[in-house]
């Protein structure tokens, strides 16, 4: 009787067996299917995000030869047929440095170029002609006391960071003297100026930016 019993719970043990490894076979399978369905679908997905991104690199190439172009004639004021050639030659070459440098990278949308960069800087002239005011009124009552200060910047990328080192520098009384990583050393002529770049105002609005 013994041994009957041990014939049965050895057959019903090599059961369990085959039932698990039928359902680790199972398990498998489906992991297998599931795995071919997510692949499948990330490489329909690539070349549908590849076109797009091709898509918005031209329309981003276009924007950008036509804001050159428009930015040149409005600086220019003169329209004789060499100069108009010259600046053709300069808006071609600042386009390939740029096309070259990999700034076409699909990331930078036409509206920001069209709409966003125009807004910044109709605001940062504004703020150049009121620096040009206060540095030429603490020159003149010689009431100006420059400081060294660090500021962080919020940017995620080298342009970004760059346009904010830049937008510092060209606002008269404050240079953007050293960059190291997303800390910027600042020279101030006054405190007062120094407040405005502590204040976080241009930071803000170079990163809503996004280029």
């Known amino acids: 009787m013994i041994f009957r019993k041990r014939i049965k719970l050895f057959k019903i043990t090599q059961n369990d067996l085959a039932y698990q490894w039928i359902n680790i076979k199972l398990d498998a399978s489906i992991s297998a ?18 076109k797009q991104r091709q898509a918005t690199r031209g329309l981003s190439l276009m924007a950008y030869t036509g804001l050159m172009i428009l930015l040149w004639l409005v600086l220019s004021g003169h329209y004789t047929p060499l100069l108009l050639w010259f600046g053709v ?102 405190a007062e100026m120094g407040d405005e770049v502590r204040s976080g105002t241009m930071d803000e609005k170079v990163t809503k930016l996004a280029l």
């Open 33 to 50: 299917v599931c795995f071919g369905i997510k692949v499948g679908n990330i490489r329909i997905m690539e070349p549908k995000a590849s």
């Open 89 to 190: 030659i300069s808006c071609t070459f600042v386009v390939f440095l740029a096309w070259n440098g990999n700034f076409f990278n699909g990331e930078i949308k036409p509206e920001q170029l069209f709409v966003k960069v125009p807004v910044y800087w109709i605001w940062l002239s504004g703020e150049i002609l009121k620096s040009n005011i206060a540095t030429a009124k603490a020159i003149w009552m010689n009431k100006f006391d420059p400081e060294l200060f660090s500021v962080t910047a919020t940017q995620k990328n080298e342009n970004g960071l760059a346009n904010y080192a830049n937008s510092i520098t060209l606002t008269p009384g404050t240079v953007t003297v050293s960059i190291n990583e997303n800390l910027f050393l600042v020279h101030a002529l006054t």
